[in-house]
């Protein structure tokens, strides 16, 4: 089973069990900084008596004598701390984060017990062995792993010991894991994948991220302008439309670009560059990053002395959720707006691929769970006729409007050969952690948990 390391496969019980491991080591810290007189706890004596009982952050501190052997945990200058009190100021601390991970666990052991999977030694130490493995094979040899673990703060002992300690609840998912690939359920889904129908179609294509491009690029272009025409009207210096308007960092330091070579500059730049006498301030110029404007400063042979202003054209910053909002409405009614003229015959398909614009026309070729647009897409596409034109399809990068151009027969029938052949890939390709971890998630989901 490959985890990429044998850290990887920590990560899973960093989403069920590491909080557990954290919680022990606090314990543990906990304990460690209290003093732990066991004589002074089995004979009493006048100062415990002293002190009395009194309220504690998450539970009650207890005189001696107040509470069973069994109840206490240490003792904290003469005054007993009680295991009650301890749960509590733990559950205070970690809170319901860790609760969410332990009950996990116990959701895992127990389906584990419901299916009968038993975990033997061998299979145990058959897990850190290959996690082991894994590691000093990533690292290229034992003494690189063992540097890296000490980059860590670890030991080699420690690493094993936290190996061993998931090592119970690994086996188990990775188990199960392997018995749910090969459901009837499952072997449909990967005959479908590997063998069945293939759908070849022709798209257009309405991005989102295209029209939000473009319409910060547009909004960059409109802001330089602006500034640019502040500049030339003498309602700003230079200095002052850098301080309130540039977007790059050098902003703090007055557009400063230092000195450079020309050389060094991209060429679009140079050559722009290259037209401007010293003190002048450029046209608004366009970059892969936005739009900038220049004052040459200084110029000595090769190198020139540049402040710039710079406007970003990234839709990240300089759309806001509104904005975004507007442009993705657009893409929408665009695209139902060619639909409406391809099936009242006022466009052929071709003709509306040809007109796109922003839109690329791009050939698609899939079996049912190999498309990156999800469940959904894939079920309208496998409804389809040969030479349908679908609605606009709805997905997380945009529309797309589809044309079935053919329809490819299965590789193979799904009959018992075909299983029995199914049931052999699957059980010898590798569990990942992302598997586990997306087995473990379902899990949870299905099961009734009220945190109180």
Same mark, same amino acid.
């Given at each position: ?14 989403? &069920?069990? *590491?909080?557990? $491991? ?12 209290? $003093? /732990? ?16 009982? #009194? ?17 206490? /945990? ?18 205070? /601390? ?33 897990? /850190?062995? %290959? ?10 040899? %034992? ?27 690994? $086996?188990? &998912? ?22 069945? *129908? ?25 802001? !330089? ?15 002052? !439309? ?56 200084? %110029? #000595? ?33 665009? !695209? ?83 299983? *029995?052949?199914?049931?052999? &890939? ?15 998630? #379902? ?10």
């Amino acid at each position: 089973m490959r985890m990429g390391t044998g850290m990887d496969a920590m990560r899973v019980r960093g989403f &069920i069990l *590491r909080l557990w $491991v954290w919680w022990l080591c606090l314990g543990w810290i906990f304990l460690s900084s209290c $003093v /732990v007189d066991r004589t002074k706890w089995e004979g009493g004596g006048g100062e415990d008596r002293k002190l009395g009982q #009194r309220e504690e952050r998450g539970g009650v501190s207890h005189p001696a004598g107040g509470l069973d052997e069994g109840n206490i /945990v240490a003792i904290l200058d003469g005054e007993r701390v009680s295991l009650e009190e301890y749960k509590n100021y733990l559950y205070g /601390v970690i809170g319901k984060k860790f609760l969410e991970a332990f009950l996990t666990e116990k959701l895992v052991f127990r389906r584990a017990e419901e299916l009968g999977i038993r975990v033997g030694e061998e299979e145990l130490k058959g897990w /850190v062995d %290959r996690q082991l493995a894994e590691q000093i094979g990533r690292y290229g040899s %034992r003494d690189r792993f063992l540097q890296e673990l000490k980059k860590k703060g670890l030991t080699l002992e420690k690493y094993l010991e936290e190996v061993e300690r998931n090592a119970p609840l690994m $086996v188990r &998912i990775e188990k199960m894991v392997r018995r749910e690939r090969i459901s009837e359920g499952n072997l449909r889904r990967e005959y479908e994948k590997r063998f069945g *129908r293939k759908a070849v179609l022709e798209q257009i294509f309405f991005s989102f991220y295209e029209a939000e491009r473009k319409e910060a690029d547009r909004l960059a272009r409109k802001r !330089a302008e602006l500034v640019l025409e502040k500049i030339r009207k003498r309602e700003l210096t230079f200095g002052e !439309a850098v301080k309130f308007y540039s977007e790059s960092p050098t902003s703090s330091k007055g557009g400063s670009l230092g000195y450079q070579p020309l050389g060094n500059l991209p060429e679009p730049t140079r050559k722009f560059i290259e037209k401007l006498g010293v003190g002048e301030v450029s046209d608004v110029h366009r970059t892969p990053v936005g739009y900038h404007i220049f004052l040459l400063k200084d %110029r #000595r042979g090769r190198y020139v002395h540049l402040l710039h202003i710079a406007i970003t054209s990234n839709p990240k910053y300089r759309l806001d959720v509104s904005l975004r909002r507007r442009v993705r409405r657009r893409v929408k009614e665009e !695209a139902f707006r060619v639909y409406r003229r391809i099936k009242m015959g006022e466009l052929t398909f071709e003709e509306a691929l040809a007109k796109s614009g922003q839109r690329e026309g791009k050939r698609l070729e899939f079996r049912r769970h190999q498309s990156i647009y999800g469940e959904d897409f894939e079920t309208r596409v496998f409804a389809l006729k040969v030479g349908e034109v679908s609605a606009p399809i709805l997905t997380d990068v945009g529309y797309h409007i589809l044309r079935l151009e053919a329809l490819k027969p299965p590789l193979r029938p799904f009959d018992e050969g075909c299983r *029995r052949d199914l049931v052999d &890939i699957l059980q010898k390709e590798e569990v990942t952690v992302s598997q586990m971890k997306r087995w473990t998630e #379902r899990l949870r989901r299905r099961a009734r948990i009220t945190i109180k």
